[in-house]
T-cell receptor, first 121, second 110 residues
Framework: DAGVIQSPRHEVTEMGQEVTLRCKPI?????LFWYRQTMMRGLELLIY????????DSGMPEDRFSAKMPNASFSTLKIQPSEPRDSAVYFC???????????????????FGNGTRLTVT | EDQVTQSPEALRLQEGESSSLNCSYT??????LFWYRQDPGKGPEFLFT???AGEEKEKERLKATLTKKESFLHITAPKPEDSATYLC???????????FGSGTRLQVQP
């Protein structure tokens, strides 16, 4: 299995520009997560999807951030307009989770991609 | 609100010098506690899941343990290749996402 694939690996852009980060989850996984990592705040959850539906977007900083998952094999995180404080490493992760309300002793861990390092100047 | 605190922030060991990393957590109901390893420029790599107090998991030189308030990652006779940042995370009952601690940067010198 190729694992979670993110692109691009690095992105350098100017303030005010639109940035789109892409993620291909592991085939068969039904949950997808976007995290952001900075030295100051560590790993923070931005949003997660279950069966392509956004479940919790309370971590999305503001309206400049948006995420979509049009199908089970692709997700995007868009920042428009970008600001210098958005500079961070953005990680996508996927997992196989039991259905809500379904008891399961097995808890699939999150599998992370190698991230996109975003620099906004 | 779920909280995870890891200590120490950084740890430098000599090769073969055993030690432990601590992860203290506060969560409304624990569904699972996870340990990850992160190398520079890479995403976190899954190591262990612990579900209940008293549980232990082992993998090579690493052993993770869990109590009702904290987890320890014991490193026995570490090697330089064990150098990495070790992250602890909790998953609360009813939630899918993980809440992460800030990590412990481990450096093992030959």
């Amino acid at each position: 299995d190729a694992g979670v694939i993110q692109s691009p690996r690095h992105e350098v852009t100017e303030m005010g520009q639109e940035v789109t980060l892409r993620c291909k989850p592991i085939s068969g996984h039904n949950s997808l997560f976007w995290y952001r990592q900075t030295m100051m705040r560590g790993l923070e959850l931005l949003i997660y999807f279950n069966n392509n539906v956004p479940i919790d977007d309370s971590g999305m900083p503001e309206d400049r951030f948006s995420a979509k998952m049009p199908n089970a094999s692709f997700s995007t995180l868009k920042i428009q307009p970008s600001e210098p404080r958005d500079s961070a490493v953005y990680f996508c992760a996927s997992s196989l989770q039991p259905r809500f309300g379904q008891q399961s002793s097995y808890n699939s861990p999150l599998h992370f991609g190698n991230g996109t390092r975003l620099t906004v100047t | 609100e779920d909280q995870v605190t890891q200590s120490p922030e950084a740890l430098r060991l000599q090769e073969g010098e055993s030690s432990s990393l601590n992860c203290s957590y506060t969560v409304s109901g624990l569904r699972g506690l996870f340990w990850y390893r992160q190398d520079p420029g890479k995403g976190p790599e899954f190591l262990f899941t612990l579900y209940s107090a008293g549980e232990e998991k082992e993998k090579e030189r690493l052993k993770a343990t869990l109590t009702k308030k904290e987890s320890f990652l014991h490193i026995t006779a570490p090697k330089p290749e064990d150098s990495a940042t070790y992250l602890c995370a909790v998953q609360a009952t009813g939630r899918r996402a993980l809440t992460f601690g800030s990590g412990t940067r481990l450096q093992v010198q030959p």
